[in-house]
């Protein structure tokens, strides 16, 4: 039985882990709240880590409010960055395993083709670059890690841009949505899935990897989808990110090559339509 501790329990991951855990009976799970597991407190880590022994550590725990950051950058760095060196730190100390999900966000956006483990990082928001300075923090400390970066998660869980369209189109009859960021909407399942089966596999091929769901889309694409899908009948503007806009500045392009994930663990990655699809047959709202 390999031994897991999964932090951020409420998370959209986290919860689609749980979801899927039982076709995984090599695995022996413990989820852990921020209130019984706070990454910003380097003592509640050591406590945890002291009354169990976990083999891998999977860092659900984020600070993920990307125009929050900007006024509060304080937090964003002490969870995504402060809060996962914690992590490292005592994952070394017990010889744990740590699994860290990250995101497209550490890049600029600048690049036309999708961008793979090699690129250069550089975020545009502070919760792009708390989130890479986590990253650092981990490639620092740890030799056993897998950083996984992932982008446009979506899920029946937490707050995603699939429950935000489904909310705001009971509201009226058109929407705005923005056509000039393109992106990989993840099925958060999916990626679930990815990283119980790295673990239960238990190989050594740590390090960097991205993972999202094959093919891309912009926002009004990904809108579009989704209401053609549910035969929902709506007015969906195309508009401009300079119309719409937020604190946080985001990268116009954040396709991720999930190539070398593919590739190392021989999966077979779907495309992001099928599996919304998937998701929309499952998840009925109307």
Not at 97 to 104: C, E, G, P
Not at 183 to 196: H, I, K, R
């Amino acid at each position: 039985m390999i031994s897991v501790l999964v932090t951020g329990k409420d998370s959209q991951l986290a919860q689609c882990i749980k979801e899927i855990e039982a076709n995984f009976p090599e695995v022996s799970i413990q989820y852990c709240s921020s209130k019984t597991l706070d990454i910003t407190d380097l003592q509640s880590i050591k406590n945890t880590f002291r009354e169990n022994h976990f083999e891998y550590c999977i860092n659900c725990a984020a600070y993920t409010h990307v125009d929050k950051a900007e006024s509060d950058p304080e937090k964003a760095y002490a969870v995504n960055a402060e809060g996962v060196a914690n992590l490292a730190s005592v994952c070394k100390q017990y010889h744990t395993t740590l699994m860290h999900i990250s995101t497209d966000y550490v890049f600029d956006g600048k690049k036309q083709k999708p961008y793979t483990e090699a690129d250069k990082t550089n975020p545009i928001n502070v919760y792009g670059k708390s989130k890479r300075a986590g990253e650092l923090e981990i490639i620092k400390t740890l030799h056993k890690y897998f950083i996984i970066r992932t982008s446009w998660l979506y899920s029946e869980y937490g707050n995603n841009f699939v429950k935000t369209m489904l909310s705001v189109s009971k509201e009226g009859d058109q929407i705005n949505v923005v056509n000039d960021q393109a992106g990989s909407p993840t099925y958060a399942l999916d990626l679930a899935d990815v990283v119980l089966k790295i673990i239960r596999r238990d190989t050594k091929l740590y390090g960097l990897y991205h993972f999202s769901n094959s093919g891309v889309c912009t926002w009004f694409d990904f809108a579009t989808e989704i209401f053609k899908h549910l035969k929902v009948s709506i007015n969906i503007k195309k508009i401009s990110t300079s119309n719409y806009p937020t604190l946080a500045k985001r990268p116009a392009y954040g396709v991720l090559d999930s190539t070398k994930m593919a590739n190392t663990f021989q999966l077979n990655i779907p495309h992001w339509r099928e599996r919304l699809n998937q998701f929309l047959l499952t998840y009925r709202v109307f």
